[in-house]
């Protein structure tokens, strides 16, 4: 999955309609160019990209005044706002997604229900223990994972990676459980 195409949808989402610079500008002041792939470039092809597959609508505007083109502005349509809650829904119960994925879905995670968000984040630490669980279950009974060298520093890291996870999975839960953020249909 592409953070990109999280943020871009949910940057734009959050403005009703938007040009490009305006979404790089709010992406930027989240910071997601230090922690995701979400440069100037990677943000207008996610647009045009996007457009081109019927999820956004591209309104042209008035031509600068200095003399340059006119501006594309771009609002979410239907089906681009069914793929933003689907992705953003992937990528908060994947047991796995990349760091910039679950970064970008945690951002926005106020777009979704608490209801809805909590179940999400159940899903991924149900799935994240069961990933833990398929890893141990190759292993012999008593696995001395320091005796099998550059094998058990993997087989370790997956654990305390599917562990780490779980457990702060499990402190959003609770942190939502106790109100937490102000979740969609919550805003006044």
Not at 152 to 158: A, F, H, M, T, Y
Not at 165 to 172: F, H, M, Q
Request: charged fraction near 25%; proline fraction near 4%.
């Amino acid at each position: 999955m592409n953070s990109v195409r999280l943020l871009v949808s949910g940057a734009l989402r959050r403005r009703g309609r938007a040009h490009g610079y305006q979404i790089r500008a709010d992406l930027e002041s989240w910071g997601a160019h230090e922690w995701s792939t979400a440069t100037s470039g990677s943000v207008y092809h996610a647009l045009k990209s996007m457009t081109r597959q019927g999820l956004l609508i591209a309104h042209e505007t008035a031509p600068s005044e200095a003399g340059g083109p006119p501006r594309i502005e771009y609002e979410l349509t239907e089906a681009g706002e069914r793929e933003y809650l689907a992705l953003l829904g992937r990528a908060l119960t994947d047991h796995a997604p990349g760091l910039d994925v679950l970064g970008a879905a945690v951002g926005l995670i106020e777009d979704l229900p608490r209801d809805q968000a909590l179940e999400m984040l159940r899903a991924r630490a149900r799935a994240m223990d069961e990933w833990r669980a398929s890893i141990t279950a190759h292993l012999p009974g008593e696995a001395d994972l320091d005796a099998w060298g550059p094998v058990g520093e993997v087989i370790s890291l997956w654990l305390r990676t599917a562990d780490n996870g779980a457990e702060w999975t499990r402190r959003l839960i609770r942190r939502l459980e106790d109100g937490a953020f102000t979740m969609a249909g919550e805003r006044e």
